[in-house]
């Protein structure tokens, strides 16, 4: 088996990392699915710490049949995106999910089925300036994946690796991939979520007693869950501990929405967590207050609701 056709759906911050590392594999055709008005901008090319890449644009039906999809899209478009996922596998399509949370693959394989897809994750702090977007190749942990049961050194992860490798790309296979995709979960629904709601950079769990009692009432329930579903965080802490440094002003991916007025992955994150609390019998009432405090985030930025009282004669009532 060997790659030598890859295309990735989604061209943002996760995206950017692999079209910077497949760029320099000169012998693979290497394109992103895209069309309409979004297709017309990529063909100018991405623009990737500094430098303008220009991968191929194609259209699900021009990407039929690729060898690899690198699947890199935010967990809402993911339901909009089935058709394209669809057109483009082919059969011999390995499909790869760079996406957060712990059901994407799930999804897609309602979707194609399980065999083509080969669960995945990334870690890599990228985020965009108004020249594109941007990263620290060295620091960057990269693309984790493995097959989920034996043979682990399958063809398909042997052509991957042979196709990471001299990219720049940092790479791992793993024996134990759901209790490193676990891992990475319990990382950003504990780190994530609550800086998004106040608002403030990572040190703000450093600094305060309560900020780091809330995460930690995260990390609680989704260990609990994770222990009802037979996943072994465990397995993957020795390696999944280690992440990038990151200064305390370090904003991460939903409090960047909030702040670029976007709407969040909370869905992913505690509503996955919700649904799987209910349907395990778990209370998760830490992640109950953050998704609905998240969501209300996020009606504040849809303008739902605007209380501020400046314009407003202030009463009150004794």
């Known amino acids: 088996m060997k790659i030598e056709k890859v295309a990735v759906l989604g061209a943002g911050a996760v995206g950017s990392y692999v079209i910077w590392g497949l760029s320099q594999?000169?012998?693979?055709?290497?394109?992103?699915?895209?069309?309409?008005?979004?297709?017309?901008?990529?063909?100018?090319?991405?623009?990737i710490n500094g430098v303008t890449y220009n991968p191929e644009v194609w259209t699900p039906q021009e990407a039929q049949g690729v060898d690899l999809l690198v699947v890199c899209l935010k967990y809402g478009a993911l339901p909009?995106?089935?058709?394209?996922?669809?057109t483009a596998v082919g059969e011999n399509t390995t499909v790869m999910s760079l996406m957060n949370g712990v059901d994407s693959e799930e999804l897609i394989a309602a979707e194609i089925?399980?065999?083509?897809?080969?669960?995945?994750?990334?870690?890599?702090?990228?985020?965009?300036?108004?020249?594109?977007?941007?990263?620290?190749?060295?620091?960057?942990?990269g693309i984790i994946f493995g097959e989920g049961e034996a043979p682990y050194q399958s063809e398909r992860v042997q052509a991957i690796e042979e196709l990471l490798k001299d990219t720049g790309i940092h790479y791992r296979s793993t024996e134990q991939i759901q209790a490193e995709?676990?891992?990475?979960?319990?990382?950003?629904?504990?780190?994530?979520?609550?800086?998004?709601?106040?608002?403030?950079?990572?040190?703000?769990?450093?600094d305060s007693i309560h900020m780091k009692?809330?995460?930690?009432?995260?990390?609680?329930?989704?260990?609990?869950?994770?222990?009802?579903?037979?996943?072994?965080?465990?397995?993957?802490?020795?390696?999944?501990?280690?992440?990038?440094?990151?200064?305390?002003?370090?904003?991460?991916?939903?409090l960047q929405d909030l702040d670029a007025g976007r709407h969040t992955e909370?869905?992913?994150?505690?509503?996955?967590?919700?649904?799987?609390?209910?349907?395990?019998?778990?209370?998760?009432?830490y992640n109950e207050y953050t998704y609905h405090m998240i969501k209300a985030l996020e009606e504040k930025n849809d303008g739902k609701f605007?209380?501020?009282?400046?314009n407003e004669k202030a009463t009150c009532s004794k």
Not at 25 to 32: A, S, T
Not at 119 to 133: F, M, N, T
Not at 215 to 242: H, M, Q, T, Y
Not at 306 to 310: N, Q
Request: glycine share 12%; proline share 5%.
């Open 25 to 47: 594999k000169k012998e693979i055709r290497l394109g992103v699915i895209a069309e309409g008005e979004r297709a017309e901008r990529l063909k100018k090319g991405c623009r």
């Open 80 to 86: 909009e995106a089935m058709g394209s996922i669809r």
């Open 113 to 141: 089925g399980a065999a083509p897809v080969l669960p995945s994750l990334i870690k890599v702090a990228s985020h965009q300036e108004e020249d594109g977007y941007h990263f620290d190749p060295e620091t960057t942990i």
């Open 181 to 206: 995709i676990w891992s990475k979960f319990r990382l950003n629904v504990c780190n994530n979520l609550p800086q998004a709601i106040l608002g403030a950079g990572v040190g703000c769990y450093r």
């Open 213 to 254: 009692e809330i995460s930690n009432g995260l990390r609680r329930e989704l260990e609990a869950v994770a222990k009802a579903k037979g996943i072994d965080l465990k397995a993957a802490d020795d390696s999944s501990s280690r992440g990038s440094e990151v200064p305390p002003t370090a904003r991460y991916s939903t």
């Open 266 to 285: 909370i869905d992913m994150f505690s509503g996955a967590l919700m649904r799987m609390g209910k349907e395990l019998g778990i209370a998760v009432p």
């Open 306 to 310: 605007d209380y501020g009282g400046k």
